[in-house]
């Protein structure tokens, strides 16, 4: 196994035309290797655009992608030996389980008595081997298991690089759990340097070794799940890897080693260390005040800088109680959620609530 590098990559679609569409713009990252790394965006952000450029499904218009030392920006994709799943699995339905598995080793000419090692070997390793015999029609086939056939026959011909491109995302969401752990236990035992790609925060935490997040064609931020969630660099990524809420604030001092802000229009202020500011802000500048839901309090009596509004919604979430809560002003959300450990028993909803900063949590961005 080898690391997958891009260097300044751009993919422009229609390049001169009248509507050019920049959808990769300077991608520049490692993967290492043995990795399974997760590409994660809202949709139209570029991540199937980055997979098919590393397939060479698509040219990409600027930039290198390195296999190893390999430049493999302009080698034709037949050559690349790139394993791919596809949302939609794409099986052909006409062929049998074992054709559909064996299709990449038919197209490279193995010998007939080797096909049939490999075949078994890997539909061994995604948990397909009785079905097989069993049943030799892929379109008799449940979601999950279309799903493990294209995972095999992405995988038979030991690919140097595996991209599975929203590989769940047709799946029942109790399948779609039990998935994300089958992939990675087989990604963990071929080892294959491997891109997830997705939309959903929660599958690109559970699966990834490391994730990068993607908007507009940009890497905004890589790191491992615990990195984005407790220290992305800006509002984006805080709100999209988990949530976070925000509050409009001036800064009012930043010569000391604490920026100080004030909540616009509640005068109440708090003054963030240095390593908590995700900006460079200066006195007088408009700033965000980011709280994730577990970093506020929700109080039924007045707290020491706290904001006042009503509990919309409680939501019972297992191991903690979510309280949604509005509040009155313009110019600060309208809308807060509140993580507790314990249900408050003298909040309902629709009551008058008061909330509350954990102060040595909340961090400070920049306006989006
Ligand atoms: P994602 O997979 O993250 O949803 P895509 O890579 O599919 O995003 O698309 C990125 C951007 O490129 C989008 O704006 C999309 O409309 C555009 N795009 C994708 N494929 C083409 C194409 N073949 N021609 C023109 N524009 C395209
Ligand atoms: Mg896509």
Do not use: W
Request: hydrophobic share 35%; proline share 5%; charged share 25%.
């Amino acid at each position: 196994s080898n690391n997958v590098t891009y260097e300044n990559v751009n993919k422009i679609y229609g390049e001169g035309s009248k509507n050019p569409v920049h959808a990769l713009k300077d991608v520049s990252f490692t993967i290492n290797p043995g990795e399974l790394f997760c590409l994660l965006g809202p949709s139209g952000c570029g991540k199937t655009t980055l997979l098919r450029s590393t397939a060479g499904l698509e040219e990409i218009s600027s930039g290198k992608m390195y296999y190893g030392d390999v430049d493999i920006s302009t080698i034709p994709p037949y050559k690349r030996n790139i394993g791919m799943v596809f949302q939609s699995f794409a099986l052909y339905p006409h062929m049998s389980i074992f054709e559909n598995v064996a299709y990449g080793l038919r197209v490279r000419k193995v010998p007939n008595d080797e096909v049939k090692k490999k075949v078994t070997q890997v539909m061994e390793l995604v948990g397909l081997q009785e079905e097989l015999k069993r049943n030799p029609s892929p379109t008799a086939l449940s979601g999950g298991q279309q799903q493990r056939v294209a995972i095999a026959r992405a995988l038979v011909y030991d690919p140097d690089i595996l991209l599975l491109d929203e590989p769940l995302a047709n799946l029942d969401a109790k399948l779609r759990r039990y998935m994300r752990a089958e992939i990675r236990r087989i990604q963990k035992a071929t080892n294959i340097t491997t891109i997830f790609v997705t939309h959903d925060q929660e599958e690109a935490m559970a699966v990834g070794d490391r994730l990068a997040v993607l908007r507009k064609g940009i890497v905004e931020q890589i790191g491992t799940s615990d990195e984005l969630y407790n220290e992305p660099k800006n509002a984006f990524v805080a709100n999209f890897i988990g949530k976070m809420n925000f509050f409009e604030s001036t800064v009012i001092d930043s010569s000391k080693d604490s920026i100080d802000v004030e909540i616009k229009g509640k005068g109440i202020r708090f003054a963030i260390p240095k390593a908590k500011c995700r900006t460079q802000a200066k006195k007088g500048d408009s700033v965000l005040i980011g709280g994730r839901p577990e970093q506020l309090i929700v109080s039924a009596a007045p707290l020491n800088k706290c904001i006042e509004g009503n509990v919309h919604i409680i939501q019972h979430l297992g191991s903690f109680i979510r309280y949604e809560v509005t509040i009155d002003s313009s110019i600060s959300p309208v809308a807060l959620e509140i993580d507790m450990d314990s249900l408050q028993k003298d909040i309902h909803e629709g009551d008058r609530v008061y909330v509350g900063f954990k102060e040595d949590k909340i961090s400070l961005f920049s306006p989006e």
